[in-house]
């Protein structure tokens, strides 16, 4: 299924889909198949963005129970929020060194352009791990540490180089690239003009963006909490959950927006 497979894997470049590729031809030999599936290359893009998968990796229940709230918290805000990509699947089968779970997204269609709300709401994708977290169990963990990256240069994107800060205003903040040589190979350095105060007033901003996702994000997910609380059970249950699974059980709750089919 050509449409689906591209959908899956934006961003991918020709050696990502060689190596998708390959690693479904591996799997589907493992398995001793004549020929590669969708089942194969869906597994082999995981592997490609994920990891392996670490069966044998031990995780207590009580841990197995957080992961789980924390990526049913990134998919549910990403069901309920306009303008983010669908969920493709959850999964709490460890992966890699250090994944204990992720979230898959499957985008809609290609874009070339990305408005300033669907950067807001990308935010608050990334954010629904940690504050799903702390309204389930009091308290955040170490697991949102790549969230945290991933959104935090999001918003500083969104400030230095985008011009979408009301406060810093439609001004390039960004480094600017310096040539260094006129003749022969060319040689540039990264330079920045700004101020120590320009410095601090855009990690203000950031920090702001930051505040007001987190608002949003808690209210999405304290006013949809049931259906939260359903998602995680059956995650654990199940370990990995596929968009119509998703999509049975929101269709049970019929409060708020319903995942994009």
Request: proline share 3%; glycine share 6%; with cysteine.
């Amino acid at each position: 299924d050509l449409p689906k497979l591209a959908k899956i894997t934006p961003g991918f470049v020709g050696a990502d889909l060689a190596n998708l590729v390959n690693e479904a031809a591996l799997l589907a030999a493992r398995a001793d198949k004549n020929r590669v599936t969708m089942v194969e290359f869906e597994e082999g893009i995981e592997r490609v963005i994920a990891g392996l998968e670490k069966q044998t990796r031990i995780i207590h229940e009580d841990e197995k129970q957080r992961v789980a709230y924390h990526e049913c918290g990134h998919a549910l805000v990403a069901c309920s929020l306009p303008h983010t990509d669908p969920v493709h699947k959850i999964s709490i089968i460890p992966r890699g060194f250090g994944s204990l779970g992720y979230t898959m997204h499957r985008p809609e269609e290609e874009k070339q352009l990305v408005m300033q709300s669907e950067l807001e709401n990308q935010i608050c994708c990334l954010l629904g791990g940690i504050v799903a977290e702390e309204i389930v169990f009091g308290e955040t963990s170490t697991g949102a540490q790549n969230d945290l990256q991933r959104a935090t240069e999001i918003a500083r994107r969104m400030i230095t180089d985008f011009g979408m800060s009301r406060k810093m205003g439609r001004v390039f903040h960004g480094e600017r690239q310096i040539t260094l040589t006129f003749s022969g190979p060319q040689q540039f350095r990264n330079e920045s003009s700004r101020s120590e105060e320009t410095v601090r007033e855009i990690d203000l901003e950031i920090k702001r963006i930051i505040d007001e996702a987190s608002e949003t994000v808690r209210e999405v997910l304290t006013t949809r909490r049931e259906v939260l609380d359903h998602m995680s059970r059956e995650l654990v249950e199940v370990e990995v959950m596929d968009a119509d699974h998703l999509k049975r059980i929101l269709d049970e709750h019929t409060t708020g927006p319903q995942i994009k089919p």
